[in-house]
């Protein structure tokens, strides 16, 4: 396709029904209006470590025009939310303060139908009409760690009824990420792809992804057997970055030709040596700075390669960008989460009162795919 355990780390399918665990939320709600009882969120008493995250009262969340009420069954633990957590990454203006970037879970209602004006209106067309009772998995601008959530209708992806419902949330964020930044570059047929932290929430889903879509697939990960099960999800190549020297492997790997796009989540101390792994034309995509903010660019090097950098956001996109990102991937890469080609890895599941201890796995550097908060 042109795109022009609980504490044991596993991959988890979406197309087939896995066994419903004693205590856990029913897979359908009575339609009806949702709830009065009290919602429980997550929410950062100040900025700092894991620990001041605390379970506190919120408001009940009202669906407005075009959104859904969700009882939330699980919502991703994003790196986001640790920056946001710091007070380095503040929600966008009309998200809830407290972190969540994804959820899945069941639809408890539905807002009245949105007028024809307003920012998403005109990719209203084909966008799902949910029901109260209908298990979806959804991106949000903020709020996931809660108990309930509103969400428009155009951020959301459909559980079948025999689909895991727990595990779909860990893969809204890494899926539009993805997706958008691999259109955003081009990568097309025949073209090589360079996943930097191929172990993680979003590198585990793009390796998937690449691969499914029958593209040749380098990535890098740390340690023998993390690598191993990087290879497992679909790497042509994984090169160990803890013992290899990264450059040479991956240029050794392409016979010196260098990769099409390089999808980094490094940042700033990486990007001189991104730039000598870029083929000619290859592009530099830019999703995360987990070495920095700041690095040094060789212009002549990129020039010589006629390469380019992007480098992108999700969660702060106009609401028109991020309903297009979504219609996308329902399109064309859900249909690849339903028939198993591209499923959640999921390292942990963690209640949501252990919220703390969600983040410090996740800052660990051990996780391996998503940390999953379960009200």
Wanted: charged share 20%; hydrophobic share 45%.
């Amino acid at each position: 396709m042109d795109l022009t355990r609980p504490d044991t780390p596993h991959r988890a399918q979406i197309g087939r029904r896995r066994p419903t665990r004693p205590g856990a939320p029913a897979c359908h709600h009575p339609a009806g209006p949702p709830s009065v009882r009290p919602v429980r969120a997550v929410v950062v008493t100040s900025p700092g470590g894991p620990r001041v995250l605390r379970v506190e009262q919120v408001p009940d969340p009202t669906p407005g025009p075009g959104q859904v009420l969700i009882a939330v069954a699980a919502a991703g633990v994003n790196r986001a939310d640790l920056l946001q957590r710091a007070g380095h990454y503040p929600p966008p203006p009309g998200a809830p303060a407290w972190p969540g970037l994804e959820v899945s879970g069941v639809v408890l209602d539905v807002g009245p139908s949105p007028a024809a004006a307003g920012p998403v209106a005109g990719l209203r067309e084909g966008v799902p009409s949910p029901r109260a009772g209908d298990r979806v998995a959804a991106l949000l601008a903020g709020g996931g760690y809660a108990e309930r959530v509103t969400v428009d209708s155009s951020l959301i992806l459909p559980i079948p009824p025999t689909g895991g419902l727990h595990d779909a949330a860990a893969l809204p964020e890494a899926l539009a990420t993805v997706w958008s930044n691999l259109r955003a570059a081009a990568f097309g047929p025949g073209q090589t792809l360079l996943v930097h932290g191929g172990s993680g929430g979003v590198g585990s889903v793009a390796v998937q992804l690449a691969h499914a879509l029958g593209h040749r697939v380098l990535a890098t990960a740390g340690g023998a057997e993390r690598c191993e099960r990087v290879r497992a999800l679909g790497a042509d190549v994984v090169v160990d970055h803890r013992a290899q020297d990264v450059t040479r492997a991956v240029l050794d790997a392409t016979d010196g030709r260098g990769v099409d796009v390089v999808l980094d989540v490094l940042g700033g101390r990486a990007l001189a040596s991104n730039v000598r792994l870029l083929a000619e034309g290859g592009r530099l995509v830019v999703i995360g700075l987990q070495q920095g903010r700041r690095g040094e660019l060789d212009l002549p090097a990129l020039m010589a390669r006629r390469g380019s950098v992007i480098a992108t956001t999700l969660r702060d996109r106009p609401a028109e960008q991020k309903a297009a990102i979504m219609a996308d991937v329902r399109a064309h890469v859900w249909p690849l989460v339903l028939d198993g080609r591209v499923r959640p890895v999921v390292h942990a599941r963690v209640p949501l009162a252990d919220a703390p201890r969600a983040h410090e796995m996740l800052e660990s550097g051990e996780v391996f795919g998503k940390v999953l908060l379960v009200p």
